[in-house]
Structures are given as C-alpha cells and as structure tokens.
C-alpha cells in the first residue's frame, strides 16, 4: 500500500510564496496521473495542478502563471510551488496519485491558510 504524505503548509501573507511536497513511500510505476487538489471549508475538491500521462500538465485556471507542479522521481516526491498567494487560495491541499489499474492513492492533506 503506497502512502503519500504531504507537508509544507502553513500560514502565509497574501502575496507570499509556499511550496508543498508529497512523499511517496515508495516508488510508484508508470503512474497515469499525479497532481494536487484543494478543499476550501464548505466548497468541493477541486483539481489544482496534475501531471496526465505523457507529462504535460493541467493547471486550473485560477492558479495559472502562480502556481508550478514539479516533481522530483528519484526522491520519489511531487512539489507544488504556490506563488503570490491569494486569501482564496485557503484550502487544505491533497496530493493524488493515479494508477492505470485504476487504483487512486490520496494523502492525508495539509493545511493551506492565505490571510489578507
């Protein structure tokens, strides 16, 4: 059972940076998606940044020219790297991981806190 674990939430000012990562406990084989969604109080999860398979990448539109998806496969990590942030962007971040067999693995979130 792989386990993604996310950290480098926090509080921040709008207009400041933070940069999320997700840890995976193990190697993960050709996955067919990897990417981060965000849950605000109230609201659905939405998706933020993915990489689909052929690794090009989806941004949601509200978070295009701010954020960045990366990822690092030999530490086995995928980043997110959230620039001038916005009160909007509040939320607790996810990280998900897609297999072909169809097999989805979440992390446990963290916790994103934009203050004006």
């Known amino acids: 059972q792989v386990q993604l674990v996310e950290s480098g939430g926090g509080l921040v000012q709008a207009g400041g940076s933070l940069r999320l990562s997700c840890a995976a406990s193990e190697s993960i084989a050709s996955p067919n998606g990897e990417g981060w969604f965000r849950q605000a109080p109230g609201k659905q999860r939405e998706l933020v940044a993915v990489?689909?398979?052929?690794?090009?990448?989806n941004y949601a539109d509200s978070v295009k020219g701010r954020f960045t998806i990366s990822r690092d496969n030999a530490k086995n990590t995928l980043y997110l790297q959230m620039n001038s942030l916005k009160p909007e962007d509040t939320a607790v971040y996810y990280c998900r991981v897609t297999l072909w067999s169809g097999v989805i693995y979440w992390g446990q979130g963290t916790q994103v806190t934009v203050s004006s």
């Open positions: 990489f689909a398979s052929g690794g090009s990448t």
